[in-house]
């Protein structure tokens, strides 16, 4: 090994250039995956060392359409100090046009954990009474300053500052509009909390005994069973921004495995044009007597010392991946980053890279360990051999590992083992594209003309690279086509179709008793606006078939009509944009024991069927009803839909409001929202198009990510070409060289190997086009289930890009062998 090891190094030093290809392969694939690891722990590890703050305590009951009870109080008080928090929406305004808050009221203990700030300037420390602390974003809208009023309910408070710091604003959820801050006291005074409102009553614990936080939960969750409660610990704090994060990270780290297999190409075609450069080296020890093993082992020694490089370059950029972001984007993150060094996502990205290094590296070093040494002498243009049964056991060992340690690491196993199946699927058939591209090319006829004949030639000569970047540039530039279709038609369908048969505005809180007086509102600003209302009433499933929810260990993972409170309603007849797909609808006339109609897909998910029982518990009364129709939702349309459907009759005698939506054209917005805040001031409007663009925004940012990601597809298979080029630089200095003693001039060659990179271009458009459409095709109507609106000028750009990228590498890699010498070049032939 002493001898392998000098051997190698020495080698390494004089010659070791040939390697750069597989260090850059390995540091972009590396990188990418340390870099989207390392943000994604850094981002869930700020969650998990913050989860007290942002849940606002060592535990938090919650419960909807009502505040806790003498005995409830009585008994959260025996377990530690206790705060309340009632969060619903309102309108406010200061004299004109209102809008919609995302209102919180608060008892003097709150917080219980970290600090409430206001920005400097105000005028008090917290509101009490009639004072209101408002977020920047709303003093922007309004207009106005700490010492103004505004309106909120039927009260008028006093702005008392800018919200600078809510420390558990993050566990509060999404929120449609911005958030405001007022006391208990002033949330009697604004009277938006009426019989049938929609809001949640919060109560945070910080525990005597935190480390009893689960047995204090199921002991008041027994004790007032069937309550409505529901409770959540710190370490499920910020559960949707948890899940989002791993989700978005899972997905981004599936898409920076793509580009490390496209960087394992580069490093097959780098160690195969490195290895066929050493010929000389390689027959020179075998003829002294060297074995082949032992020739083997230095060129393992050599890719393993050039791959710990590449690899450990790649770790130190992807470690320090969440100071950059931080720095740069770091106030466009949901969720500030924890930084500190992380070693697991860097231990999986180091692991993938090796065994990638090794699988793609195998082929090459067989190669070269069993040919004799006469035959590598002379042979460069010999047809490659099958690899034997021992290296294509090693490979698919090699692949197993990789396939488990990808799957075993990622946090949703079977999106991981879809994707990874995806894309190997992928690859082959690109693979076999690329194979069949170069039978083609060897059955066309020859062209009269030199140039297209001899770009034609080098798409199928011997040792041509075509089938190698069709897979690498195939498989970024077809992602890229992917993610431009499905993106373009996500914003067709929020900006265009949803919006045209959406309504303008969704009204909650509206109480019975001013049904009229809405619809006078509404239609004294929009004569012809039309008005949908239906009752409503929060109420959360308890029990599945006489089991309690809470008994179920493990919930399906589309179960999300289990997750919380759910908006219910009732009805005589069948909703629009519904239809019944199982069972049947009750008569309109029905008065029997209470019946109830769910979505067809939320059945699916929790395994019920027609003439199952559920209980659902609405304002601490459980429930029972028997499944009567299951039923398939237009969401689309974003018109009321209601997951779960009652039968009327005895739901009917819960204290209820009005849910109400109105379609108008959109020029009365305003007006609409000033007459309804002026005659039914505790009527909350939520402006759908507001919805919408918070949705846009949202998707923007994650297609954002997901683009970065792809980059390093790109940049990888951009490596691969300039790998290709490189490993064919001796036939295409034989080539230049040729053309040259027959004439032909610099601008001939150049042109005859630009025609060949358009060809390779234009081959790369049809795949790309053809294989990104597919996949965005089935995303977006089949997973989506949207319509199908790319923007081909999008596409377009796209592509022509990729064109523009391929023939630009392709010519500047070419450049060396229009400067060779045709006296010093034949004498090296």
Not at 264 to 284: F, H, N, P, R
Not at 531 to 552: D, F, K, T
Not at 553 to 572: E, M
Not at 590 to 609: I, Q, T, W
Request: with cysteine; net charge positive; proline share 6%.
């Amino acid at each position: 090994m002493t001898i392998v090891w000098r051997l190698a190094l020495r080698d390494l030093r004089r010659g070791g250039r040939g390697l750069v290809l597989l260090a850059i392969c390995l540091f972009l694939g590396t990188a990418g995956l340390a870099g989207i690891g390392s943000l994604a722990a850094s981002m869930i590890a700020s969650l998990d060392g913050d989860a007290r703050q942002i849940l606002g305590g060592d535990l938090e009951f919650s419960v909807s359409q009502r505040r806790a009870t003498v005995d409830e109080l009585a008994a959260f008080a025996r377990l530690g100090r206790v705060s309340e928090t009632v969060s619903l929406r309102g309108m406010a305004s200061a004299g004109g046009a209102p809008a919609l808050v995302d209102l919180r009221a608060t008892d003097p203990a709150w917080p219980l954990v970290g600090r409430f700030r206001l920005a400097p300037g105000a005028l008090a420390t917290r509101p009490t009474g009639r004072e209101i602390a408002i977020a920047p974003a709303l003093a922007d809208r309004l207009g106005v300053k700490p010492g103004d009023t505004l309106t909120l309910g039927q009260a008028r408070l006093r702005i008392i500052g800018v919200i600078a710091n809510e420390p558990d604003r993050l566990g509060a959820g999404f929120a449609l509009g911005p958030p405001v801050l007022v006391d208990l006291a002033g949330l009697d005074a604004t009277a938006l909390v009426q019989p049938g409102s929609l809001y949640e009553s919060h109560y945070r614990l910080l525990l005597a005994h935190p480390e009893a936080a689960a047995a204090a939960r199921d002991g008041v969750l027994r004790t007032f069973r069937g309550a409505g409660w529901s409770a959540k610990m710190r370490g499920e704090a910020a559960g949707g921004a948890r899940r989002g994060i791993a989700q978005l990270g899972q997905f981004l780290l599936l898409v920076g495995l793509a580009a490390l297999a496209i960087a394992g190409v580069g490093v097959g075609s780098g160690v195969a044009a490195y290895l066929a450069g050493k010929a000389k080296i390689i027959a020179t020890l075998k003829v002294l007597g060297a074995r082949s093993g032992t020739i083997a082992a230095i060129f393992l020694a050599q890719l393993g010392v050039v791959a710990v490089g590449g690899i450990g370059a790649g770790l130190i950029v992807g470690a320090a991946f969440p100071w950059v972001v931080t720095e740069v984007a770091g106030a466009a993150l949901p969720v500030p980053p924890r930084l500190a060094l992380y070693p697991a996502p860097l231990a999986t990205a180091a692991g993938l890279a090796v065994l990638v290094a090794l699988l793609f590296a195998l082929p090459a070093l067989a190669r070269a360990r069993a040919v004799p040494a006469a035959t590598l002498l002379r042979d460069t243009l010999a047809p490659r051999r099958p690899p034997q049964a021992g290296v294509l056991g090693g490979m698919v060992a090699l692949i197993g590992a990789l396939i488990a340690l990808a799957v075993g690491t990622a946090s949703d196993r079977l999106l991981a083992l879809g994707f990874v199946g995806a894309i190997l699927a992928l690859i082959a058939v690109l693979w076999g594209c690329g194979i069949a591209i170069r039978a083609i090319a060897a059955r066309l006829p020859r062209s009269r003309r030199p140039l297209l004949r001899l770009a034609v030639a080098n798409l199928h000569r011997p040792g041509a690279q075509t089938d190698r970047l069709v897979v690498a540039l195939g498989l970024g530039f077809s992602l890229f086509v992917a993610l431009a279709v499905i993106d373009s038609s996500l914003g067709a369908e929020l900006n265009g179709a949803a919006p045209a048969k959406a309504p303008r505005f969704f009204a909650i809180d509206l109480q019975p008793d001013d049904a009229v007086t809405f619809a006078r509102a509404v239609r004294s600003a929009a004569p012809m606006a039309t008005i949908e209302a239906l009752p409503s009433l929060r109420g959360s499933i308890v029990a599945l078939r006489g089991v309690p929810v809470s008994a179920i260990k493990t919930l399906p993972a589309d179960a999300w009509v289990l997750r919380g409170d759910r908006t219910i309603t009732w009805a005589a007849r069948l909703p629009p944009r519904n239809a019944v797909v199982a069972g049947r609808w009750w008569p309109a006339n029905y008065h029997g024991p209470p019946l109830v109609s769910l979505e067809d897909k939320a059945a699916v998910a929790l395994g019920l069927h027609v003439g199952d029982m559920i209980t659902v518990s609405v304002l601490g009364v459980d429930v029972p009803a028997r499944i009567a129709a299951l039923r398939k939702i237009d969401w689309g349309g974003l018109g009321l839909n209601f997951a779960i459907v009652f039968s009327p009759g005895y739901i009917e005698e819960a204290p209820h409001g009005l849910l109400a939506s109105v379609y108008a054209a959109p020029a009365s917005d305003g007006a609409i929202a000033r007459q309804v805040a002026a005659a039914l001031p505790s009527v909350t409007l939520i402006r759908v198009g507001d919805v919408i663009g918070q949705i846009s925004a949202v998707l923007q940012q994650v297609a954002l990510a997901i683009r970065a990601a792809a980059a390093v597809t790109v940049a990888a298979g951009v490596a691969v070409l300039i790998g290709a080029v490189a490993a064919s630089g001796s036939s295409r200095r034989y080539d230049a060289v040729i053309l040259k003693l027959l004439g032909g001039s610099r601008r001939q060659v150049l042109g005859a190997q630009a025609l060949e990179y358009a060809i390779l271009s234009l081959v790369l458009v049809a795949v790309a086009l053809a294989m990104g459409s597919a996949a965005g095709w089935y995303v977006v109507t089949q997973i989506f289930k949207i319509g199908w609106a790319p923007r081909w000028d999008v596409v377009g750009a796209t592509l022509g890009a990729g064109v523009a990228l391929t023939l630009g590498t392709g010519l500047a890699g070419s450049l060396p062998a229009l400067r060779a010498r045709p006296a010093s070049a034949l004498r090296d032939l």
